[in-house]
């Protein structure tokens, strides 16, 4: 769990996926786990590179898949936030909430990853302000891909 939360955004819904039958794994599981491992074996030669020629600030995007498990009626969101480009956070976990439609399920992703967004802000201006950096005012651009969900955010 650790590998996949902290150090490698790309296996992260797998693992939380297998993870949930952990206590009573099958054959199917099994499989999914190996080929998890042969995924990893095939990119040991990939990472993240975090570059200070970077001019970008901030970004996030943020997804949701709804009702992703569908005998617990619970979606699934997911964001990650890149500076420079690069992937800086991320997460991906099953919703605590039953959302009662996709634009329900998007508009929980979109909550979560808010309160991600404010979290980082306000650590970057820390480090920025201990530093003795100029701090960065600019607004943090939140993607999400679902029209009617954008459209209810903008019209309130």
Known sequence: MYHANCTQPDIAFAVNLL?????????RHWNGIKHIFRYLQGTIDLGLFYSNESKKGLIGYADAGYLSDPHKTRSQTGYVFTCGGTAISWRSHKQTLVATSSNHAEVIALHEASRECVWLRSMTQHIQESCGLPVNKDPTILYEDNAACITQIKEG
């Open 19 to 27: 993870a949930r039958f952990s206590s009573t794994p099958s054959q």
